[in-house]
């Protein structure tokens, strides 16, 4: 795979992941476009960022379908119509029924060094309190595969950053997000030049 990848990315909240994303397709350094944007949840802002980028977005709220099963297949088939090739989760916070992709990669980033500190009920700060209540001294963030479990699916890449003696879990939340500016965007990069298989 060479040419540019397309993506849509699935979020539910901040968008800051697809801020970055956005930020460094302006600047010329992402080898994909985003073609479109999905969320679980209405009014966000991640979708009022993607509209001020004239990115196609739309909103699968849960309630609207019968359950999730649907829910998903709805915002996959929107997803398929948009034309992408690869499905980037971005601080998308829901399990991901995958049978509507029609076998699309579908990629996501945790702000911890998987295998440690994943799974349900582990995002966001709680995360980091976790990596902090077990004294370690790196965390770091990781790129996978999305199966049907949480932050289980294959490991495509990770970087770590120091635990420092006084962060709490903002001070370091902030520092893993830095990491996961620089690894998400490298990570699409090397699956957009073939450098790896997915
Ligand atoms: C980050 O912690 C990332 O690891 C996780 O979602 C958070 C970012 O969410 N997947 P957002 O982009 O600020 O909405």
Redesign the pocket.
Known sequence: MSEKLRLAVL??????????LIEWERRGDLNAEVVCVASNRLK???LDIAHEAGIPTRAFKLSSFPDRAQRDAAMAGWALEQGCDLVV?????SLLDLAGFGGITVL?????LLPRHGGEGC??HH?HEAVLAASESESG?TVHLVDEEFDRGRILGQKSVPVLPDDDPDSL?AR??EA?CVLYPETINRIARGALAI
């Open positions: 979020l539910s909240g901040t968008g800051r992941t697809l801020e970055n966000v802002r991640g989760l971005a601080g998308y916070l996501n980033i945790h702000p911890a995002w966001g995360v963030c939340a893993v997000f996961e």
